[in-house]
């Protein structure tokens, strides 16, 4: 990592979660910096912006109002300009479907929302220090859903 | 018949011309010696005359020399046919004429004749008389002759007759005999046939009837349309109710039906093409039925085009295909509601559950010290109940992806697929030192990760129901069975089948129950002291079904439970 801190952001409409979300790295203690979006209209406002700063990991939920994660999904992955985001999935479903279209339109993990905080920590954890390029690489639909 | 009258008319005709010509021979013969009578009586009234001179004499001679020509005449006319008697005549004619010049010297000599002239003259009368006799002989026996073969003729002729007339006549009663024996026979062919005839349309009345369909023909000819009497039927009518006509019949069409029917029998009629059609008639009484009709069109003995068509009351078939139907409607939205029930019952609950397991973990995490030791109790109680919710859960969306139709059959080796199976339970086996022996299996066209469900769940049920202190042992075997050895599954197409059993050595269950084990939320033992949804053996039952398969329990308490699965083998 060149910079200081990683950029992440996490687009997911469910207060609770963006909650969760910020707490776990919070607690994590990595250099992070962790910004949320309510919704999929906003995150995709916020990187269509010139000046914005991209993240390296984007956490994407897929049911979301107005636009959902698959829309935005399909928009990053028409724009050269997002190449280098490493996209993470998060949701609540962990439906054959939706794991195998996500997978197709080329996101890089598919990660089901723990029901445990410690694992939530150990999943955020383990999907932000991720040699990406090395995963990536050897990325198949088997180890494309994410098993502790 | 007309040979026996040809025969007859030839005979007859033969006979009336036979006596014909001998009648014809008498005549001749007539004249001939009438002829030679006239021609004595001249010499003899020449001879008069020399002697006496008589002048009365002469009319006499010039008479008979006159009757002489006639003879001659009509001797001639009556022997024009004959050739031979022509030539005769001929020459007795030329002998006549000399006659007639010693007559006519005779006659016209003035002067008195000396006894010398007399003499002399009378001799050279007498010698043309002689030739003359000669031929005349000649032709009377000519004459005789042909009589004589004619009248042979004629009688054999005659004696024929009566005996042609009698063949004639039995014949003729021999062949109005047969004529009558054969019309007679024909007449009762006939009759039988008309029987039959009669008893076919009988019968066809009555096929009609119980089928209930008509029939009706259009030649094409002469556009004449001919119904059956159940046709009639069909519309509520009395037989021959109206005149066979498709207007007639049009009458009876529900309107709204109407163009497609004239559009369907104009092309029956001109396209020769023709397919069931189903339209709707409102009957005389007002009732609406649902007839079919189809058609042909074929070609008759003088070659004439005729369209038969059938007509039959489809109505219970079309009510009962539309009541299945809205079955079937209902039935898809009952499973479209369902199928979005289990949805929001995996997946809408799991969402809430999420939060609340995940709010607990950090209340247990962080915040358990400060609770009273009840606080801490009912906590831990409710992090439990949550646990079982979500195992609830999962289960329910496993069933529910059991459950859905679209799935795809690839080649698998089912060996791969029951060591995943022990991967996933993996640490329960090492847990509860469990051992399992099992044969090698097959490859064979199954929905894979199904199938992998189906190993895992019985084999965790086992691990699960097992003995306290005593290690689990699971044998699975398998062989290849006919269906028609098994007592337990029906014979059908599918005829080979893999039998796989499960048998484990665990607590095992009253074979009372081995049934009722598959439902649905069914459990047989109290959910503290075994873990269990009642989910896991449905699933496995669903699946089995999915597989064209059957799957069947029995087990004896504390002695062990078996399994025995069914998948065919194709």
């Known amino acids: ?148 | 018949m007309i040979f026996v009258s040809a025969l007859t008319y030839r005979h007859v005709d033969l006979l009336i011309s036979s006596s014909k010509s001998v009648a014809h021979s008498y005549k001749v013969t007539v004249e001939i010696e009438q002829l030679y009578t006239n021609i004595k009586d001249l010499e003899l009234e020449r001879r008069n005359y020399l002697l006496v001179k008589n002048k009365n004499l002469i009319q006499n001679i010039a008479d008979l020399k006159k009757e002489i020509t006639k003879n001659i005449i009509r001797i001639e006319f009556l022997t024009k046919d004959n050739l031979k008697q022509k030539l005769l005549l001929k020459k007795l004619e030329v002998l006549v004429n000399e006659k007639f010049k010693i007559v006519d010297e005779t006659v016209n000599h003035d002067v008195p004749l000396t006894v010398d002239d007399i003499e002399g003259n009378l001799l050279s009368g007498k010698m043309v008389m002689d030739k003359i006799k000669i031929f005349i002989r000649i032709m009377l026996a000519n004459e005789k002759k042909l009589l004589t073969e004619r009248t042979a003729k004629n009688s054999n002729i005659t004696d024929t007759t009566p005996a042609i007339i009698y063949i004639t006549l039995f014949s003729t009663i021999a062949i109005i005999t047969m004529a009558f024996v054969k019309i007679s026979r024909d007449l009762e062919e006939m009759r039988q046939k008309n029987e039959q005839l009669a008893l076919n349309n009988e019968s066809n009345h009555l096929t009609e009837q119980i089928g209930d369909f008509g029939t009706w023909y259009l030649n094409l000819e002469t556009n004449e349309y001919t119904f059956s009497e159940n046709e009639y039927r069909l519309l509520g009518l009395k037989p021959y109710a109206f005149e066979a006509s498709l207007e007639g019949f049009l009458k009876y069409i529900h309107p709204d039906d109407l163009s497609y029917v004239k559009d369907i029998i104009l092309k029956m009629i001109t396209k020769d093409k023709v397919v069931p059609f189903t339209y709707r008639v409102i009957r005389a009484d007002g009732s609406l039925r649902y007839l079919r009709g189809n058609g042909k069109i074929v070609a008759n003995k003088s070659g004439e085009k005729i369209l038969i068509g059938t007509t039959s009351d489809v109505t219970d078939e079309v009510l009962t295909n539309q009541a299945i139907e809205e079955r079937n409607r209902e039935l898809e939205a009952n499973n479209k509601e369902l199928q979005t029930f289990n949805y929001v019952a995996s997946h809408d609950l799991q969402e809430p559950l999420r939060k609340i397991q995940t709010f607990i973990s950090r209340l247990v995490d962080k915040d358990l010290d400060s609770l009273s030791e009840n606080g801490k109790q009912y906590l831990l109680r409710i992090q439990d109940s949550s646990q079982r919710m979500r195992v609830l859960i999962d289960d329910l969306l496993k069933f529910s992806r059991a459950n859905k139709t679209e799935q795809i059959f690839e080649k698998t080796d089912l060996n791969e697929v029951l060591d995943n199976s022990k991967l996933e339970l993996a640490q329960i086996i090492e847990e509860k030192k469990a051992k399992i022996i099992n044969d090698k299996l097959p490859n064979l066209n199954v929905i894979p990760f199904q199938v992998q469900q189906l190993f895992t769940n019985l084999i965790s049920n086992s691990l699960k129901y097992s003995q306290e202190n005593v290690a689990p042992i699971i044998a699975i075997n398998i062989s290849k069975v006919d269906a028609s050895e098994e007592d337990s599954i029906p014979v059908n197409e599918k005829n080979k089948y893999y039998k796989i059993i499960f048998k484990d050595n665990g607590i095992g269950f009253d074979s009372e129950y081995s049934e009722k084990i598959f439902l649905l939320f069914n459990r047989l033992h109290n959910k503290d002291e075994y873990s269990g949804t009642g989910i896991g053996l449905a699933i496995c039952k669903k699946i089995v079904e999915n597989h064209k398969g059957f799957i069947f329990a029995d087990g004896e308490i504390n002695k062990g439970a078996t399994f025995t699965i069914y998948l065919p083998q194709d």
């Open chain 1, 1 to 148: 990592m060149e910079k200081e801190y990683m950029h992440i952001i996490l687009a997911d409409d469910d207060e609770d979660d963006r909650m969760f979300f910020t707490d776990a790295f919070d607690e994590l203690k990595i250099s992070t910096k962790v910004q949320t979006c309510n919704d999929g209209v906003e995150l995709m406002n916020y990187l269509n912006k010139e000046d914005s700063i991209l993240p390296n990991v984007l956490f994407l939920d897929l049911n979301m109002p107005m636009k959902n994660g698959i829309e935005c999904l399909h928009e990053i992955k028409a724009d050269r300009r997002f190449d280098d985001i490493v996209i993470a999935i998060y949701s609540t479903s962990s439906s054959e479907e939706h794991i195998e279209e996500t997978f197709i339109c080329g996101a890089n993990i598919y990660i089901k929302k723990p029901s445990d905080f410690n694992e939530l920590k150990r999943v955020l954890s383990y999907v932000v220090t991720l040699n990406w390029q090395y995963h990536t690489s050897g990325l198949n639909k088997d180890n494309f859903l994410f098993r502790m």
